[in-house]
């Protein structure tokens, strides 16, 4: 059984044919990225997602990737070849292109004209092309290719040590969280966060316009790592944004980064997904690399919850094989991973005193694998107890049993978890009925299998975990 949990970003690519359908039986959640497309393509593609995913009887969430305060090219009508050496311009957006020059960018930024300055370096497209502004006005800014490539529209900006005091959430971000809220979207992610105050906003802005979505925070800007701890108590979980870590950090820190904040919110018992160029040749290969897969592999074996494709589901020439492919390598690396009996990280110590769900949900985990038991079931009403067995457990897959199909979406996120729709009961005896009923109708129990329970008395009250029971069928 595959326990780490795959995400693929939709766009064009998927859209065609069956494409969609054949994905979506191996993806465990779906990723869309505000940064493109317009709201009713989104809207389509949204509508399209849910109802497949009823059809396959499958559980998958959809959140909505927010831009954030992130520069991009305009949109160009054919790439521009920026060659080495070349000299062209950055030009306002709405004003006329500079002619006798090599080459022409439109830049619908006004703010980067204020901050340019001769001598700034510029990475584009996540650092593939480098450029040196020479001069600057109010609306143009000269620069020279340092190393070259073909630019396409939309694609990042990164000017280095350029400072700008700027709210993390822009105007587009604003319409889109109105827009994710309105259309039910499972989670937002929020990119380019540097504390927890910036989480902290858009969870005031999506409980204002009626939302109740949780926060997954994208780490890619060097001040979040100063903060990983408040940004994490906040958040519903974290991704490591590699792209743009490896821009404003060097690519050669990546795979320690990747490690470290793994690490934190293994500690913080938080969901994370590892994303960008996971099988980034697959975008044109039908088959990835050896390094690709070893790297999906170490991001496994290091403890991400989820891996997740970008461009090579988005708009690569082979989508559905790269979520094949994915979750082959997926399921190999989940089989060598070494089974521990679970322990207690030294840093929850402290908090298993004061907190009895860590408590219960650790000794569930561990009673689960002293005794050989088929499943862990984690009751849970809003999630939390499911996303603290999914860190804590070992090798004993876990069902999170809930009545909120909402909740049950979210779960697609979380490794080794498997959503469990129940009824609503008003007893913990006919709960458990229930729930026995289930197990062996569609997952083959069989007599003298051991499960482990966690739930929490009274029923239905959110984080109120206290109690683990043992069942032998």
């Known amino acids: 059984m595959r326990k780490t949990k795959l995400v693929m970003t939709l766009g064009p690519a998927l859209m065609q044919g069956d494409r969609l359908r054949e994905s979506l039986r191996e993806a465990d959640a779906v990723r869309l990225n505000a940064s493109h497309g317009d709201p009713a393509t989104r809207l389509e593609a949204l509508q399209k997602v849910r109802a497949l995913a009823a059809e396959l009887g499958r559980s998958i969430p959809i959140f909505l990737d927010l831009q954030g305060p992130k520069w991009r090219i305009g949109e160009l009508a054919a790439p521009l070849e920026l060659a080495e050496g070349s000299e062209g311009a950055f030009f306002a957006t709405g004003s006329p292109a500079p002619a006798g020059l090599a080459w022409a960018a439109p830049l619908p930024h006004p703010e980067l004209f204020e901050g340019a300055a001769p001598g700034q370096h510029w990475l584009l497209d996540d650092g593939a092309i480098t450029v040196e502004i020479l001069a600057r006005t ?71 316009l009626g939302g109740t979505q949780p926060i997954i925070a994208k780490i890619e800007h ?66 990835p690399t050896r390094a690709e897969a070893s790297d999906v592999a170490n991001a496994i074996w290091d403890g991400t919850d989820a891996v997740m494709l970008s461009a090579e589901s988005a708009t690569g020439a082979h989508p559905v094989e790269a979520v094949q492919w994915l979750a082959r390598i997926a399921a190999e690396a989940d089989a ?14 402290e908090k298993v005193l004061s907190r009895t769900d860590i408590s219960v ?47 049950a979406r979210r779960m697609g996120l979380l490794r080794g978890v498997t959503a469990l729709m129940i009824p609503r009961v008003s007893s913990t005896d006919e709960m458990v009925a229930v729930v026995r009923e289930l197990l ?22 959110t984080g109120s975990t206290n109690t683990m029971k043992v069942m032998t069928f």
């Open 440 to 461: 062996v109708t569609k997952h083959q129990l069989k007599n003298l299998d051991r499960v482990v329970m966690t739930m929490g008395l009274p029923l239905w009250k």
């Open 222 to 287: 060097p001040a979040a790592l100063s903060h990983m701890d408040e940004i994490l108590d906040v958040s519903w979980g974290v991704m490591v944004a590699r792209g743009d870590l490896g821009v404003e950090l060097g690519v050669e820190r990546v795979p320690g980064l990747q490690k470290q904040i793994i690490r934190a919110a293994r500690k913080a018992l938080k969901p994370v997904i590892t994303a960008t160029q996971m099988l980034e040749s697959m975008i044109e290969h039908a088959q």
């Open 138 to 208: 109010p609306t143009l800014l000269k620069a020279r290719v340092l190393i070259g490539g073909p630019l396409k529209g939309r694609k990042g900006i990164h000017p280095i040590g350029m400072e700008l005091n700027m709210d993390p959430l822009t105007e587009k971000d604003h319409a889109d969280i109105r827009w994710g809220v309105e259309h039910e979207v499972d989670l937002f992610a929020q990119s380019f966060v540097r504390r927890a105050s910036d989480v902290q906003q858009l969870q005031a802005i999506i409980q204002h």
């Open 361 to 407: 949900a650790f000794a569930a985990c561990r009673t689960a694998d002293e005794i050989n038991a088929r499943w862990i079931v984690a009751f849970t009403e809003g999630g939390g107890t499911a996303r603290m067995v999914s860190r804590l457990a070992g090798r004993t897959p876990v069902l999170g049993a809930t009545v909120d199909e909402v909740t």
């Open 336 to 349: 060598n991973v070494k089974q521990r009996t679970p322990t207690l990280p030294d840093e929850l110590a």
